[in-house]
C-alpha cells in the first residue's frame, strides 16, 4: 500500500488540534455576586516542566465524578484563538504521568449563567488565594468577539499570556 502524503503533512502541527476560541477577564472579588457552589468543579492541574503540557484532574461534588486528562495547548499570535489538543485518561493513567516534574495550579470553578451563555468563574487556591478569573468559550470568532462579560467583570486578560495557567504556576501571581 501506498501512502501519498509528505513529512511535512504526516508530522504538521497541529494536525489533530481543534481550536479554542475563549476570551478571559480578572476579577474583583468585592464586587463579584455570591457564587452558588451547587455547580463547582474542583480542578488540580500539573504543568509539566519544559514543555506546554497540562495535567488535570478535575472533579463535580454534585455528580460524584471524576476525570482526568492531558492536555496541549499551542503557543500561537492570537490568544483568542489557540490551538488545543487534549486526551481523556484513565485514573491509572494519570497517576503514572502525575510523578512527572511539574508546578501545581488549584481552583475551584463555579459554572455561571450569564446573557444566555455559560462562563466560567474560577477562584484560585493556595499560593493564588485571591485571585479571581472569568472566562467564556463561543463556536465561532464574531461570537466571541461580540460577548460582552458580566458587570462585575474587570480588566480583560485574553491577551496578557501571565494570566495563563502554566504561566501563573511558573511565575507566580502578576504585579499589576
Not at 483568542?80 to 503514572?96: C, H, K, M, S, W
Amino acid at each position: 500500500m501506498t501512502v501519498d502524503r509528505g513529512i511535512d503533512e504526516e508530522t504538521g502541527e497541529p494536525k489533530y488540534a481543534r481550536v479554542e476560541l475563549e476570551r478571559r477577564w480578572r476579577i474583583d472579588p468585592a464586587v463579584r455576586p455570591p457564587l452558588n457552589d451547587a455547580c463547582v468543579t474542583i480542578i488540580n492541574d500539573r504543568y509539566i516542566d519544559g514543555t506546554r503540557l497540562r495535567l488535570r484532574r478535575m472533579y463535580r461534588p454534585d455528580l460524584g465524578e471524576t476525570k482526568w486528562k492531558l492536555t496541549k495547548k499551542y503557543e500561537c499570535a492570537e490568544a483568542r484563538a489557540r490551538p488545543i489538543v487534549t486526551a481523556y485518561l484513565t485514573e491509572q493513567e494519570y497517576d503514572l504521568l502525575c510523578v512527572l516534574p511539574a508546578r501545581p495550579l488549584a481552583k475551584r470553578r463555579h459554572h455561571v449563567r450569564w446573557d444566555g451563555r455559560w462562563w466560567s468563574v474560577d477562584l484560585f487556591e493556595g499560593a493564588f488565594a485571591g485571585l479571581e478569573l472569568i472566562e467564556v468559550e463561543a463556536e465561532d470568532r464574531a461570537t466571541l468577539d461580540a460577548l460582552v462579560p458580566p458587570g462585575w467583570a474587570g480588566r480583560e486578560v485574553t491577551d496578557d499570556p501571565r494570566y495563563q495557567g502554566g504561566a501563573l504556576a511558573a511565575q507566580g501571581l502578576p504585579e499589576d
